[in-house]
């Protein structure tokens, strides 16, 4: 049995992976020490603030209140991402909720026949209501339930510094000091982290989530990265946070804008006391002074005051995830650029596989890690491939950057002969091998249309459901977001 974990590294992966297993271990009536050792001089790294559906799982999971979430992390819904300007001057959205199936053949050709209508505003009722700012759930829906798909926009670094007291307050141990090196058995084994404490810390399991210092699997195990620079180019952001009391917008957006600019892509993220904002950029095509102009030229003159931060990053995945008994979960293990929001979601998913895959380690320690390795590179694959798509089909040619992104070098090629095919037609289920997979037909179908990329017709038998009930009576019974988050505040502060 697996006794004691040591994961370092005390951002939202330290953190969410320790309150995932701490829960597991505890239904399943283990007794295994969770202990958490976290830099006080290393700041985490401040980002990751959209998520994806799959967090109201996860939260759930860990035990923390939805209400709880909200207050503490300054959270909002999310619905859908809009992208502007990835098509010269179009715009479309990549919603949460699902197009409905079966549908007559009859409604396909009534799509195709009215082709001018948009695939995203025909087949999601999401689209239609962020436009009003409705909230994806009414205050009497179970926490974590909605009437539609949701995810939020968060602080990360507040709900890191959440977990971190929920996870002390359920058992695990924190420790705040640095890790200054680790011992490897001749075996290749981690046998103990040692700290500026003084402390040799020894586990069964070591967990490293030190970020892009990768301090114990790439470090201390020499364990090299996979790029992926050559399908996503973006390589750097700089991003600033922009406070109510100095800009607050007319609403707060249930949505993520993703708005495509010259040498990549701006994300605007609203949260309940501020806005978070980003502009995601290749550094061969511009530098870090100009990326940081077109930052500020874009938002306005209120931003004048405010600070930037710069932030580096290299979208690849470690060789491996795990070795030995050492596995990497976050930044220290990889990162796919922010485009759709995957980085929590990777956390999510490495945490529950941990967590599920606890007692086989202890058994086949070996067969484990291999297995753990498939399928933790599929899943970075699978992402890639989407992302990759998100560029490589855009018509801009009118930039250095975008001539770049589109290049025939730059296409995947596990992409490129489904991309010949579905030039013709819309993707279909056999286009997917694989269950749960993050990205499959419906999200990829939004993108493909709505970059208007596929000639032909929708596929398999879907046609253009009447959405105006669904729209009508959701707009009559859900509140708007502001109203709902103001309700969660004011119950909070009463039960405190
Ligand atoms: C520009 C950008 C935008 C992003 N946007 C999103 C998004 O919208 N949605 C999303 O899901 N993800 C996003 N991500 C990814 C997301 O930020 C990360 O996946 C997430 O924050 C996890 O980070 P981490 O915990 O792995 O690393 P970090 O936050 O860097 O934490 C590392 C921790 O390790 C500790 N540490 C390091 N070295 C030592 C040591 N020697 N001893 C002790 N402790 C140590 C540090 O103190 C810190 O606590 C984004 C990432 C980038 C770069």
Redesign the pocket.
Known sequence: MVQSIVI?????????TANLLNAHCQRAGRKTQITL????????????????PTIRRTLNDIGLPERDLLVSAEATFKTLIRFQNWNAGESYDHPFDRRRRPLTDDAVSRWTAQNNLPFDRSFSALTQLADDNVAPKSPRQAQYQGSFPYAYHLD?VKL?NRLASFGRERGIQHRL????DVTVSPEGLISA?N?DHGDALAADLYID?????S?LLGGALGVKMRSFAKYLLCD??V?MRIPYDVHKPERLLTY?LATARDAGWQ?D?NLQNRRGI?Y?YSSAFLNEDAAEAALRQHEGRHCDQLEARH?R?TSGKRQVSWKGNCVA?????G?L??LE???????EFAGLAIATMLDDFAAAPKATARYYNRISDELYDEILGFLNLHYVISTRRDTPFWQAATADEAILDDLRDRLELWKRRSPTQFDFPGADRLFAQDSYEFILHGMKYVDGPVSGAPGVPDLSALVGKSRAELPEQEALLALVQRAAAVQA
Do not use: H, K, Q
């Open positions: 370092v590294g005390g951002g939202s992966a330290g953190w969410i050792v976290e830099s006080p001089d290393i700041p985490t790294i401040g980002v990751g603030e959209a998520t994806v990360a890191a000091c640095n890790v200054t982290v700290t989530c030190t970020g892009f210092r301090a750097r952001a991003t993520t994300w993220i980003g995601v932030i990053f979960v976050g930044l220290s293990d990162f650029e922010p929001s995957s980085g929590l979601y990777l956390i």
